[in-house]
């Protein structure tokens, strides 16, 4: 049996204890329900957290990674869309060809046709040249392949850059015609730099299908690891919520308790009468 004491109040300790620890759970639940996080820093749960760090700096680092990919993207297409220009311009260069090899028509005309020829080739190397994104062109011939970063690790994804310009494609600056015969062998030059261009755009479209996927990959790749790292450490706030409610009113309780504690001593007095 507990003595009747005023020095020492046992159910006053017992108590106070149990509304310390209840103070203690509440401010951890509200501590998660402020952050959001179960997990905040390393004193919640050293492995975890560190877990957690290490995966989220793989998941930021992607960012610069989905950058160069990116950028990598638009180099391609800013390439892809001048080598539509160049086989489009081809195309009409084979009909001035064609039209020039008649040998019906008058020379001033087929000078004409010359002059337009000449036009067109032009155009292609002004297409060409201007096809640069940030500074790098891929269908120029100024390099032969381009890397983009593929992981997180620095590894390279690399990029095989293909040359439309006119001697890449079998032409030349001066590629012209004066006489019909040089008109009908032209012909037969700008069929073949069409099928060199046509298959080199080709090659360039699969390069930037590659590219692609391997963005959506990384894209997949960056949403996973954040929602692996929200599972370790976000907390469940509809649980905490209701965790929140059950503690407020267990700590009015325990405040009670101890107040009631508190006056057990008072009841010495009436020994004393």
Known sequence: MIANSVNTNAGAMVALQNLNATNTELQISQGRINTGKKIGSAKDNGAIWAIAENQSAIANSLNAVRDSLQRGQSTIDVGLAAGDTVVDLLNKMKEKALAAADTSITSASRATLAADFTTLRDQITKAVSNAKFSGANIVDGSTDQMSFLSNDSGDAFTVVARNLSLQGIGLDSDSTFATAADASAMI????????????KLASLG???????????????????LDAGVGNLVDADL???????????TKQQLGTQALSIANQAPQSVLSLFG
């Open 188 to 199: 037969s030059t700008i069929t073949t730099a069409l099928s060199t261009a046509t298959n």
């Open 206 to 224: 699969t390069n930037s299908a590659g590219l692609d996927a391997h963005l959506t990959f990384i894209n997949k790749l960056q949403d996973s």
């Open 238 to 248: 509809a649980k905490e919520s209701a965790r929140l409610t059950a503690l407020q």
